[in-house]
């Protein structure tokens, strides 16, 4: 589709799709690095398209630093909208990626509270300068805010903003229940007008996740088990408020109290989350206000450096930490073994993504000229080889028939045969010399001696088998080194039961056999085992398999579980110096494997990339091979090639 | 603080995730009869499932997988959010347990959701996505009984899916859904669906019942059994 900007009919060309929504896509325009173009999937109605050219108009450039604003509508050749241009938003993440404590620590790992402060002022400015100009943002949820590194908020999405021009409001149709104020449950929001104090609710919402660990401030406990949290809003069971125990939910286990940042913030969140919108929640600017208060009011904690907290109390993420145990901000130690996981999926991603090289290439014309000479070939055996088993059969008819003294009838019927096959061969044989030259020299074929070689090499080089035996081996490697950790932990255990067995048979030894400890072992059964070298627990232990050789069933049961019991108080040590080496021993060899596993991935793509390019060079000297062959052997009159591909 | 509330274990992973879970329990036929190219194919499938849930940020918080083999009936994975989702590789050897299989599954969906509850974290309707390529080698009484419990208290949705020449009519005799039949060993495509699926009842809200792709339809992965 040719797409043209409304404003001033200039053309412009897409770049490769940047990402996918439900109602279009984004992509980047060629020749403007700061701008992206979103096109709808259907064209968008009447309505829309007035909203669209409202807001373009209405730009302000206030609202374009905090938001994603039209810039310039978008029209194919018929004049019919398709989508706008905005200004690009980069290098940002969605805010549930900064709020969930564990993907805050992949995506913002330097973030502490500090940050988080920061990034929750900001977002209250975007509300605050999206507000004073008298729209509404409607569709508040965890996606439509875009955190930077800077801390810095863009409200993204806009086109769904409720937009006011003049006497006129373009409305906004869609909502995420999550984020949706008690009174506006269970309405449906098509030409539904909204209000900067319905805003507030999802914003309060937002900034509960931001400040208070990635919670939402209404999936609480109940008294009486199950409370959807849609339900909680609209019942307005705010899990942290003051009154929540009469509400009969209460704060989840391991989190924040309200109060941790004092009871100005907590003030202002119970003002949001309070009812259904008779009394006026707290504003944008309110928030901005008291977020800053609440920033530069923070202190470094004296234990941990990472910890920010409010200075005039202790520091509530240490006591988070002690009580609960729960990671906050300090650094939480990534396991070696999730490690190896991603990287492993990450490098195979990397892998798949190179295009395969084309197997099953059509062969070029000297083989198909070969295949009917085979055919021939095959042919002519075939016939020699029916006539065999005829013959055989006729043999041994005459044999059988010649035993039991039909002698006459046999010699009569040998001869009649003989006389038979005398007469053909005689004919055959007449022919033979009577008939002209040239009709006995069609069938001779040549001898084939540099082809079949060449023609393997072909076939070895046309279906790509090298390449994916390698394909297949690196994805071998990825699957070994993404289970590392299980091969790391059985080749450990591996390495320890031979001592663990050691020491038990040693500790064991301690417990020697005598009578007087046993019913049903007899002194004369310990004898027994004396004679086979079974003197104490140790060797009961180790001879386990052969007892049922020497004693009786039950004598052997005793003896087992005299053994067992013998066995509780050994204590494995975890300690010694042999074990400590062999450990060692291994970890270095999974050391060396899980090195080269890596560097095996991390060089996949580059050597996969050399077999596609050798295959095709090797593929065409196959070729041309297979042509000189060709040429040699059977004569040249028809070499030419058969497929394009291989000039 | 004043409180000395108790702090249960399992507390720490919904600290440290506490988004509302998407609980996906996979319930899978590892029975003699699947070895060879089934088993296979269901094994780059499982692949497939934990790159693409991984793939969409949202998803990998919400979406939680866990994994039951039968036979015999095995808990291979409790359930974890899918950025921690490793899929096992899975051999085939046994019988076709099914019954109690079913029965482990909704018992672990009654424990998850539990554990949701005391933690104040929000959960979506539960799956239990039930392959197989047999008939039971038990008793299925309890597990019809416990499925359409289930589904009539809205407490898990049951799809279940033939492979080859499963056992449609006891299929359809468990499961309150019409089971569908996997289309020659696509397991991919079945894997791609459930977790594009699965991504998009993440994001949509914890009660409602966002529209999903017909796994039947021309580029699906399933047929419909009539």
């Known amino acids: 589709v040719q797409l043209r900007r409304a404003s001033n009919q200039a053309s412009i060309v897409l770049g490769k799709e940047l990402g996918r929504g439900g109602e279009g896509a984004v992509y980047p325009v060629v020749g403007a690095p ?85 990034a929750a002022s900001n977002l209250a400015r975007a509300f605050a300068q999206v507000h004073a100009l008298g729209h509404v943002i409607g569709d508040v949820n965890h996606g439509n805010a875009l955190v930077g590194r800077d801390a810095t908020v863009v409200l993204i999405d806009c086109d769904s903003f409720q937009i006011r021009e003049a006497a006129r409001t373009f409305f906004c149709d869609v909502g995420v229940p999550l984020f949706t104020p008690p009174e506006l449950h269970g309405k449906s929001f098509r030409g539904l007008k909204r209000t900067s104090n319905h ?388 970890e270095a060899v999974l050391e060396q494997e899980r090195t080269q596993c890596l560097r095996a991935l991390r060089d996949g793509p580059e050597q996969l990339r050399r077999i596609a390019g050798e295959l095709d060079g090797e593929r065409l000297a196959a070729e041309r091979d297979l042509e000189a062959a060709h040429r040699e052997e059977v004569g040249g009159q028809t070499t030419q090639r058969a497929h394009p591909e291989a000039q | 603080m004043t409180t000395f509330e108790q702090v249960p274990f399992n507390n720490l992973e919904f600290a440290d995730n506490p988004e509302p879970r998407c609980p996906c329990l996979l319930l899978l036929d590892t029975s003699g009869s699947m070895r060879g190219k089934k088993i296979d194919q269901l094994n780059a499938g499982l692949v497939m499932f934990a790159e693409q849930l991984r793939a969409d940020s949202m998803a990998a918080k919400r979406v939680e997988v866990g994994v039951v083999t039968f036979g015999p009936v095995r808990v291979l994975q409790s359930f974890v959010t899918a950025d921690r989702f490793r899929p096992p590789v899975l051999a085939a050897s046994g019988g076709t347990p099914m019954g109690e299989a079913i029965v482990r599954a909704t018992r672990l969906i009654a424990e998850r959701k539990k554990s949701f509850r005391n933690n104040g974290i929000g959960f979506y309707r539960p799956w239990i996505f039930l392959i197989s390529d047999g008939s039971p080698t038990d008793a299925t009484a309890a597990a019809k009984k416990a499925v359409k419990q289930g589904e009539q208290r809205s407490s898990f949705i049951f799809h279940a899916v033939a492979v080859e020449n499963a056992d449609i009519d006891l299929l359809a005799s468990i499961a309150v859904r019409p089971p569908l039949r996997l289309r020659e060993l696509s397991f991919e495509k079945l894997f791609v669906w459930l977790s594009d699926s699965l991504s ?13 792709a017909d796994p039947a339809g021309p580029e699906g992965w399933a047929e419909v059994v009539q």
Not at chain 1, 43 to 63: C, F, I, N, Q, T
Not at chain 1, 349 to 356: A, F, N, S, T, Y
Not at chain 1, 412 to 432: C, D, H, N, R, S
Not at chain 1, 524 to 545: F, P, Q, S, T, Y
């Open chain 1, 199 to 586: 805003d507030e609710f999802g914003l309060a919402v937002l900034l509960f996740h931001l400040l208070y660990l990635g919670r939402h401030p209404f999936a609480g406990k109940h008294r009486d088990g199950e409370l959807p949290i849609e339900r909680a809003i609209a019942e307005c069971r705010f899990a942290y408020g003051k009154g929540s125990e009469a509400l009969g939910v209460t704060a989840p286990p391991a989190t924040l109290p309200l109060g941790a940042f004092g009871p100005a913030i907590a003030e202002l969140f119970e003002r949001a989350f309070a009812g259904s919108g008779e009394s006026r929640r707290t504003t944008a600017g309110e928030w901005v206000t008291a977020l800053q208060a609440l920033e530069s009011g923070l202190v470094q904690c004296a234990v941990n450096e990472r910890h920010q907290h409010p200075g005039n109390s202790a520091c509530c993420w240490c006591e988070l930490e002690t009580r609960a145990g729960v990671p906050t901000f300090g650094v939480a130690p990534v396991l070696a073994e999730e490690d190896d996981a991603a990287l492993a999926l990450q490098l195979w991603k990397e892998i798949r993504k190179l295009p395969e090289p084309a197997r099953n290439h059509p062969p070029p014309g000297v083989i198909a000229l070969h295949e009917a000479l085979e055919e021939r070939r095959k042919l002519r055996k075939e016939w020699f080889d029916k006539l065999i088993p005829w013959a055989i059969a006729i043999g041994w008819i005459l044999g059988a028939v010649s035993i039991p003294g039909f002698a006459i009838a046999t010699f009569v019927l040998f001869w009649v045969f003989m006389a038979g096959l005398f007469l053909y061969l005689g004919v055959k044989i007449v022919q033979y010399f009577l008939e002209p030259k040239k009709d006995r020299s069609t069938p001779v074929l040549p001898r084939l001696n540099r082809w079949p070689a060449a023609l393997a090499r072909w076939k070895a080089t046309a279906d790509a088998s090298r390449y994916f035996a390698a394909f297949a081996e690196l994805h071998e490697t990825s699957a070994k080194l993404s289970g590392f950790s299980r091969l790391r932990a059985d080749r450990l255990a591996a390495a320890t039961a031979p001592h663990e067995a050691a020491q038990l048979e040693k500790f064991l030894a301690g417990y020697p056999l005598s009578a007087e400890k046993f019913v049903d072992v007899t002194r004369a059964d310990i004898a027994k085992l004396a004679a086979e070298g079974i003197n104490h627990a140790g060797d009961v232990m180790r001879e386990r398999n052969r007892l049922h050789h020497l004693l009786w069933l039950a004598a052997v049961r005793e003896l087992l579980a005299w053994v067992d019991v013998c066995t509780v108080d050994f204590q494995f040590d975890s300690g010694s110096p042999q074990l400590l080496a062999d450990l060692n021993a291994a």
């Open chain 2, 200 to 212: 998009s009842v993440s994001r949509s809200q914890v009660s409602d019942t966002p529209e999903l």
């Open chain 1, 34 to 118: 700061n701008l992206v173009a979103k096109i709808y999937v259907k064209p968008p109605a009447p309505l829309k398209v007035e909203k669209l050219k409202s807001m373009v108009r209405h730009g302000d450039p206030g609202l374009r630093r905090v938001a994603a604003w039209p810039v310039d509508v978008l029209a194919d050749e018929t004049g019919v909208v398709r989508g706008f241009l905005m200004h690009r938003v980069d290098a940002r993440e969605d805010a549930h990626e900064l709020y969930n404590p564990r993907s805050r620590r992949r995506a913002f790992p330097q973030a502490d509270f500090r940050f988080m402060a920061r």
